[in-house]
């Protein structure tokens, strides 16, 4: 079983075959699709000399047909220059299979990929994972090497079970941005979900999360626009990187916010470390006051401005900023720790820079293990 789950990611994208569409039909109705050229034009737009260069962003372009190829031309070259030095064995796949997925060579990225490799003890659940089975357990002859076939079977089945336990009534997978990635694994593994599984519900529920405003981070716009586009990740062998890309839609105007003069809103923001051998307890509140529809970014800033005490610090990711240190007790990898941002009782599903908090409603960061 190690072997092969040490092999899984980087042969994701080498995997032959047909449509990976197999699972289930189901699609974007006509009257929806400007909901999905929106957030795919929302997401190209985020490409910048400036901004963090994410592989996801680069794969969900060139399997939904790029409409800027001036941003797709620049991510692509900032992926070919990327620093493998801190990066993750994830975030090196990532990368690797983004540079594919524009016909790059990844020069000596696969290599370092696979000495990483050797000694990494990945999960074999989530559905990064069923990808990457369903991958291997397509590219293995029928009648040949068939303990190799029933072993990939047997884990398949697990992973495929344990994403099908998260889908909802309604659809979502998990939550709605773990949702994209999902509907990609079931959509192409050849195991039955344990709890049936209605594609188009998903689908259908996602559009309305859409016109909600819910899919603004570029990050979670990448996860779910294969999916919305009827592709998935196994589709990138197969993406062409010939010349005539699709020319940018137009899309509806959208009306110029109007200033408001509404009166502040009050946010109740607490920090919270309780964690058995971390050197500095505390737990502090503070009520904060911010105009309204501010993101939660803007409650620490103005916390830390009144008092020392809540003084935080943050590292760019994928999924943009994360709050990485508070009153100067840091998240370890080592150690598992981290800090949570809840809603009361209910952890957050959007990062600091996109969650916007509404009136009286308490926020707590809290220092945890995972």
């Not at 069923?130 to 029928?142: Q, R």
Request: proline content about 6%; overall charge negative; some cysteine.
């Amino acid at each position: 079983m190690t072997w092969f789950t040490l092999h899984i990611l980087p042969l994701l994208w080498a995997a032959a075959g047909t449509s990976t569409w197999t699972r289930s039909s189901c699609s974007v109705p006509l009257a929806k699709q400007s909901l999905v050229d929106g957030i795919q034009v929302l997401m190209e737009n985020s490409v910048t000399s400036s901004a963090h260069p994410n592989p996801s962003v680069l794969i969900a372009m060139n399997l939904a047909g790029a409409y800027n190829v001036e941003a797709q031309k620049l991510l692509t070259d900032k992926l070919m220059a990327s620093d493998t030095a801190d990066l993750t064995i994830g975030q090196l796949a990532l990368i690797i299979m983004a540079l594919n997925s524009s016909c790059r060579d990844p020069g000596n990225k696969v290599s370092i990929l696979q000495r990483q490799m050797e000694t990494w003890p990945p999960s074999n659940t989530g559905a990064m994972a069923t990808l990457a089975l369903t991958c291997m357990y397509n590219k293995i002859p029928e009648g040949s090497e068939e303990g190799y076939r029933i072993l990939f079977s047997q884990v398949l089945e697990e992973a495929v079970k344990n994403i099908s336990m998260r889908i909802k009534d309604n659809g979502i997978i998990g939550d709605i941005y773990s949702t994209g990635l999902a509907m990609q694994a079931l959509s192409v593994t050849p195991k039955q979900p344990n709890k049936e599984w209605n594609c188009q519900k998903t689908m259908d529920t996602i559009l309305t999360e859409i016109e909600h405003g819910k899919f603004h981070n570029p990050m979670s716009i990448a996860q779910i626009l294969p999916s919305l586009k009827g592709k998935t990740y196994l589709d990138v062998p197969h993406v062409s990187c010939s010349p005539g890309h699709e020319v940018q839609p137009t899309l509806p105007n959208q009306p110029s916010p109007v200033p408001t003069t509404a009166p502040n809103i009050t946010v109740i923001y607490t920090i919270n470390n309780q964690l058995r051998g971390v050197e500095l307890f505390f737990n502090e509140t503070m009520d904060v006051s911010v105009k309204p529809g501010s993101v939660l970014l803007v409650v620490l800033e103005e916390a830390q401005r009144r008092n020392s005490m809540f003084k935080f610090e943050t590292t760019m990711t994928s999924w943009g900023l994360v709050v990485s240190s508070i009153n100067n007790v840091a998240e370890n990898v080592q150690e598992r720790t981290y800090w949570q941002f809840l809603s009361g009782k209910t952890p957050l599903n959007e990062g600091v820079a996109d969650y916007k908090p509404y009136k009286h409603e308490h926020i707590t960061a809290n220092f945890t293990r995972y």
